[in-house]
C-alpha cells in the first residue's frame, strides 16, 4: 500500500461537514473521555514506577484504581443499570 492509498483512506473514515455537530450537544462526553485518558494515563505512569521500585502493593492498587476509575468513566451505564435491578430486587 503506498502513500497515497493510505492517506486516502484516513481521508475517507474523516466525518463529513454535515456529520458534524456545531451545537456542541456532544461537548461533555469528550470532555469526560479526555479527563479519563489523562486519569488513567497519569495512574499507567504510576503504577509503572511502583513496579520499577519493586512496590508490588502499591502497583496492584494502583491497578485496581485504574480498574475502578475506567469502569465509572467508560461504561457509566453499567452501574446505573446495576443499581437499578439491585431497587428492583429489594422493592419486589
Known sequence: MTVHHTVL?????LPTPASIDITGAGIA???KTFIGNVFIAILAILGAIALFRRRMVEALELAGLAIVAGLF???????????????NMFTK
Do not use: K, N, R
Open 9 to 13: 483512506t484516513f481521508l475517507q473514515a
Open 29 to 31: 462526553d469528550t470532555v
Open 73 to 87: 468513566i467508560y461504561a457509566p451505564g453499567l452501574f446505573s443499570g446495576l443499581g437499578t435491578a439491585v431497587e
